[in-house]
């Protein structure tokens, strides 16, 4: 390459040096740079180096692996994400992951579509209620956007949990099935300075699941145990999910909190597929070292967990559930002294067999509302 | 391969400079041969097969059509043979499954529909190859001696697969003799960003955008149908302008100089002129080897009608194979022929804003033709454009709106040449080299972060 004028100055390139120093720099790191297997933030294993063959180079699947092997060991990708997050609010369009960027350092999931399962979900659990004999109840958590309004950005879509709320609890009554709504419970909590949910993770935490036994264990008759008879232990450093899928990395981390209290002869069993293992605690603790600490309660997401405590005074309860379950499961080994919980993601057997087998004094479904609108699994109840 | 990915911008870009800057003057234009096959065939390597064939084919017509120059019935022969499988191809490729379903509309026939995809940048490279054997018929272009110069011609890889259509002629010369310089590359480099900008900041949050409004197109009120067809026009315009400049500046990279495909086509004052703005390059195909050689307005006013309506059939289809491309061709076609025989007297007696409004409106009506393929579709978005009973703002819609309301604002400026005539003013002054890197910098920082964040999927379980 030459110079056409000589009168131009050095600096009227400098535009381009620094185009080309940057991808230069970056192809060259990427070359360089050790790839890593498994991205803990997206729970996912990492694109391999694709296999080359004559069969897969013509049909184009390396050419198609070969970019996602790119993107995936981009170098600094981490930072890019962060990068593209806060791009977006500060162009004002929050929310362009599906989470928002909250005050108080929340980061709270956007509404679910309007279009959703709740009704077909709500149905299934009507028929199953239908062919068993034991009382069947029902908890929704109400979204976290619907009950800390206040810290939502002032652009941002509405969450429908009453409308969702009112159409489950009609439908429900009309079939005697127990609905319990924690809308009031939860708002009166919530005004009252009671964190209910994570900041950066989508679930409830111990305060809130305790809120919602309380009012179970009201409408059930049953005394509920002492919030002060338990021992309180809280954690540092839990990123959960929303901060994950976010990127907005620069939020402040959470704390997590554990409801502990000594049971001897306490069991839980874990069956996954033909396996089942037996612990002697409820937590989990090698989790804590996690940056997502949830599966602290129960080791996360399984599909058939029984917990047994002897010195509980009711029977069994069965309880289908999703995750939100697995920190409120701990206080119903308080009064129950079999405590089932079935996953139906993951459990693809009949569950009105455990139901007729069992005999349970109770089945609790208990889900959050978002997860409620979204699953697609709860009919294979039937 | 597309520009906007980060294996383009930094894996094949970086190799693509480096070695063409490496390899001697006299082998750059093999080495681009084969680098463009690379370019060409990383998503469907067998497409590459195809190209080579209508290189091969229109090398071959090419040198025959001037073989026989003075033989007027052999020279045309061989011209018509060269187009009628250039088009045939074209036709195979991309409308068998059209013909197919048409004539299964008829009663009593049904034949199996065969689906073809598509080759990408099919209807671009047949289209510059036609303009090489036609000029050269008409002494408009020379006949290209070397095989290997025609190929990197039509297998370019800044313009094969969207654009600009480059004619042989204009490139014939830079062919053989261009000259790499550094204002040339840096120019290069500019333009390279602003198309990068425009694709990867404006059009696609524009696109995700139109996709979520008309994920809810019986809601959105009669604002928030209109916000989402003015969205998709602009979408349009600069994922393809945006696509044009790359080209553009990544054959400045190379010593190429491409004619300007985009104008500021949204600031017409007609729809004519719209089309003088809108996609140069194809629009000057149409005219100079389809709507003269018919005759164009030469043949009294009749037959000018009719030609322009083939002309704009013709362009509707090359812009998709199914019948609402058709329509939009004939939809401008008709716009065009009010335009010129009635409409053109009063409109330049109006004040300007008039004329404004009256060429936005018919152009965005016509992206909603393009936007929606399907015909029940399209007519129930006509209407809710007009329908004031659902609502002025849909609840959904308007938050979506006002979410994306500063890039709308930044579309529509970038949309008006205010800012090009901005930088035009203030270009010569010393520390303008300092703008320009920070804008480099800007724009590649910010469209890395976009395409790095696409890759970047959290596991959907656990949402749970």
Same mark, same amino acid.
């Given at each position: ?15 381009a ?15 360089l ?8 933030s ?39 994400v ?8 500060a162009?004002?369009? @929050? ?34 209620k ?41 439908k ?32 409830w ?22 919030k ?35 049971h ?39 599909a058939?967990?029984?917990i047994?405590?002897?010195d509980?005074?009711?029977?069994t ?53 978002? @997860? ?11 | ?143 290209s ?52 900008g ?28 209109w ?27 190379l ?58 059939g ?75 009973s659902?609502?002025?703002f849909?609840?959904q ?5 006002l ?19 901005l ?25 890395t ?11 959907l379980?656990?949402?749970?």
């Open positions: 390459m030459e110079i056409k004028n000589k009168n131009i100055k050095i600096s009227s390139f400098v535009p040096a620094a185009f080309l120093l940057f991808i230069y720099v970056m192809g060259i790191w990427f070359l740079a050790p790839k890593r297997e498994y991205s803990p997206e729970k996912r294993y990492l694109q391999k180096f694709p296999e080359v063959s004559f069969e897969s180079v013509a049909n184009g699947k390396f050419g198609e692996n070969f970019e996602s092997y790119f993107a995936d060991h981009f170098p600094l990708r981490t930072m890019w962060g990068l593209n997050s806060y791009y977006n609010l162009i004002g369009n @929050n929310g362009a992951n599906g989470v928002y960027n909250c005050s108080d350092g929340y980061l709270i999931n956007a509404p679910v579509s309007t279009e959703n399962q709740i009704e077909k979900n709500i149905n299934t659990i009507i028929d199953f239908s062919a068993i004999k034991a009382p069947v109840s029902v908890i929704t958590v109400p979204s976290t956007g619907y009950i800390c309004n206040d810290v939502l950005p002032a652009v941002h879509n509405r969450y429908n949990d009453d409308e969702y709320f009112t159409q489950i609890s009609e429900l009554e009309k079939n005697s099935i127990n609905f319990i709504d924690l809308r009031d419970r939860f708002k009166k909590a919530y005004a009252g300075g009671t964190e209910l949910y994570y900041k950066t993770d989508h679930h935490t111990v305060d809130g699941a305790y809120e919602a036994y309380t009012e179970f264990c009201k409408k059930l008759n049953i005394t509920p145990a002492e002060n008879s338990f021992k309180t232990e809280k954690y540092d450093n839990f990123y959960g999910t929303t901060y994950s899928t976010s990127g907005f990395w620069l939020t402040a981390p959470d704390k997590i909190k554990l409801l502990a209290k000594e001897k002869g306490l069991t839980v069993e874990i069956t996954e597929g033909n396996e089942t293992k037996k612990y002697n605690s409820i937590y989990f603790k090698k989790h804590l070292d996690e940056d997502d600490k949830y599966p602290v309660f129960l080791d996360g997401n399984h058939y967990t029984e047994v405590n002897p509980a005074k009711n029977g309860i069965v309880l289908v559930k999703d995750s939100f379950a697995h920190c409120f499961a701990p206080l119903l080994t308080e009064n129950y002294s079999k405590v089932i919980m079935v996953d139906m993601r993951y459990y693809k057997e009949s569950v009105s067999e455990i139901v007729n087998k069992e005999n349970p004094e109770q089945v609790l479904f208990l889900y959050g509302i978002d @997860n409620l609108a979204t699953d697609t699994s709860l009919p294979w109840l039937e | 391969m597309v520009f906007s990915s980060l294996v383009f911008l930094f894996a094949y870009l970086p190799f693509t400079l480096l070695a063409y800057y490496l390899v001697p003057r006299g082998g750059r234009n093999i080495f681009l041969f084969f680098i463009n096959l690379l370019f060409y065939g990383w998503g469907e390597p067998t497409l590459v097969l195809l190209m080579l064939l209508n290189i091969v084919i229109n090398y071959a017509g090419g040198f025959l059509v001037d073989k026989y120059r003075s033989n007027e019935k052999k020279k045309k022969l061989y011209l018509i043979l060269t187009c009628v499988i250039d088009i045939g191809i074209l036709g195979l490729f991309k409308y068998t499954g059209m013909i197919c379903e048409t004539v299964n509309l008829l009663p009593f026939i049904n034949i199996p529909t065969i689906e073809i995809s598509l080759p990408i940048g099919i209807s671009f490279y047949t289209f510059q190859t036609m303009s090489y054997v036609i000029d050269v018929y008409r002494d408009d272009a020379p006949v001696k070397s095989f290997i110069n025609f190929g990197t011609y039509v297998a370019l890889f800044p313009q094969l697969i969207a654009g600009p259509i480059v004619r042989y002629r204009d490139v014939a010369y830079q062919l053989t003799h261009r000259k790499e310089t550094m204002e040339k590359f840096t120019k290069g480099v500019l333009l390279f960003m602003v198309g990068l425009k694709k990867v900041i404006i059009a696609n949050p524009l696109g995700t955008f139109v996709t979520q409004i008309f994920a809810t197109t019986d809601s959105n009120g009669v604002l928030g149908s916000v989402g067809i003015i969205a998709f026009s602009m979408q349009i315009y600069f994922d393809f302008s945006g696509y044009s400049d790359m080209a553009c500046g990544l054959g400045n990279m010593g190429f100089e491409f004619l300007k495909n985009f104008n500021y086509p949204f600031i017409s004052k007609s729809i004519s002129e719209f089309w003088r703005r809108w996609h140069i390059s194809l629009s000057t195909w149409f005219k100079e080897y389809v709507y003269i050689p018919l005759g164009g307005n030469r043949k009294g006013i009749k037959r000018q009608i009719i030609n322009l309506l083939i002309v704009w013709l362009t509707g289809l090359w812009h998709g194979a199914a019948y609402n491309f058709l329509l939009w061709g004939f939809y401008y076609g008709i716009l065009l022929i009010l335009e010129k025989f009635v409409l053109q007297r009063f409109l330049e007696k109006m004040p300007a804003v008039v004329q404004h409004i009256y060429t936005l409106f018919f152009v965005i009506i016509g992206f909603g033709l393009f936007y929606f393929t399907d015909m029940s579709e399209l007519g129930a978005f006509m209407c809710s454009l007009f329908d004031f659902q609502g002025l849909g609840a819609a308007l938050t979506l709106f979410q994306n309301l500063p890039l709308f604002l930044a579309a529509a400026f970038a949309c008006t040449p205010l800012s090009s005539k930088y035009a003013r203030v270009q010569d002054f010393g520390g303008m080299w300092l703008l320009q890197t920070a804008f480099c910098l800007v724009v590649l920082f910010i469209s972060s976009s395409l790095a964040k696409q890759s970047y999927n959290p596991f379980y656990f949402r749970f």
